[in-house]
């Protein structure tokens, strides 16, 4: 299964420095999407990992990521 990668922003720094509302603001929103990578889903969490996956990246490494971060492209 393939899917699209795209991890959340982190904006903290930018919400302390009062820069950026709560959330994300629109720089951290533009890397996050040019960092967007299509991986290979590997398997999808059941029970207590329910929103969870397991990926593998472009560089060959696994990932356990929230399925929040995932797109299911195939």
Do not use: H
Not at 19 to 25: I, K, S
């Amino acid at each position: 299964m393939k899917g699209i990668y795209q991890s959340v922003p982190d904006c903290i720094a930018c919400m302390n420095l009062g820069w950026a509302p709560e959330g994300a603001c629109s720089g951290c929103l533009r890397l996050a999407k040019e960092r967007a990578e299509e991986v290979d889903i590997l398997q999808l969490g059941v029970g207590l990992f329910a929103d969870k996956a397991v990926i593998k990246k472009t560089n060959g490494a696994l990932a356990t990521v929230p399925m929040s971060e995932l797109t299911i492209i195939d």
